[in-house]
Antibody
Framework: EVQLVESGGDLVQPGGSLRLSCAAS????????MTWVRQAPGKGLEWVAT????????YYLGSVKGRFTISRDNAQNSLFLQMNSLRAEDTAVYYC??????????WGQGTLVTVSS | QSALTQPPSASGSPGQSVTISCTGT?????????VSWYQHHPGKAPTLMIY???KRPSGVPDRFSGSKSGNTASLTVSGLQAEDEADYYC??????????FGTGTKVTVL
């Protein structure tokens, strides 16, 4: 059974940093593109970042480029999102998801990031 | 990239059909056969319902179908059931490695 479990969400002050993790199991993690998607309170889903299976290519939403870094550890079946210079508008539930066939076929339950003073 | 445009809400009685539109541009929806649709019950993980415009993952009922014409994609739910009440989002590849989601549609089963 495919499982994606996010962790690391917390309350952080504006300008602060946070590192999210996503533990994967039940599939060959090293063979999949992986993505972070977020949902701000009362808002829709928003694509954040995607990483190639070997980590050699990374793509970002314009508003997070230069502040967020997506990475992965295939040996540990883990996906990460390092978030720096956090802003109030980054407040959201962050989901990790697997990419396949131009869609996101498996999702985690999400982890809440709140940016507030 | 700007979010794809969906109607905020749609509704139908049990057994009826509802169709949700998803309008983008030639740089996303119209440019690639990469539209996917997600069902999202609040507080839960989203579920992939349609990928590559018209394909259904195993386990998704054939009551769910997708289509596309030009820059607009559509999701049709036939034979509405109570458990279909949820938020629905479209998504499309937008080039240069990026993706874009729709604004979301709340489907109510009357």
């Amino acid at each position: 059974e495919v499982q994606l479990v996010e962790s690391g969400g917390d309350l952080v002050q504006p300008g602060g940093s946070l590192r999210l993790s996503c533990a994967a199991s039940g599939f060959t993690f090293s063979g999949y593109w992986m993505t972070w998607v977020r949902q701000a309170p009362g808002k829709g889903l928003e694509w954040v970042a995607t990483i190639k299976p070997d980590g050699s290519e990374k793509y970002y939403l314009g508003s997070v480029k230069g502040r967020f870094t997506i990475s992965r550890d295939n040996a540990q079946n883990s996906l990460f999102l390092q978030m720096n210079s956090l802003r109030a508008e980054d407040t959201a539930v962050y989901y990790c998801a697997t990419n396949a066939n131009w869609g996101f076929n498996y999702w985690g339950q999400g982890t809440l990031v709140t940016v507030s003073s | 990239q700007s979010a794809l445009t969906q109607p905020p809400s749609a509704s139908g009685s049990p057994g009826q059909s509802v169709t949700i539109s998803c309008t983008g541009t030639s740089s996303d929806v119209g440019g690639y056969n990469s539209v996917s649709w997600y069902q999202h019950h609040p507080g839960k993980a989203p579920t992939l319902m349609i990928y590559e415009v018209i394909k259904r993952p195993s386990g998704v009922p054939d009551r769910f179908s997708g289509s596309k014409s030009g820059n607009t994609a559509s999701l049709t739910v036939s034979g509405l059931q109570a458990e279909d009440e949820a938020d629905y989002y479209c998504s499309s590849y937008a080039g240069s490695g990026g993706f874009v989601f729709g604004t979301g549609t709340k489907v109510t089963v009357l």
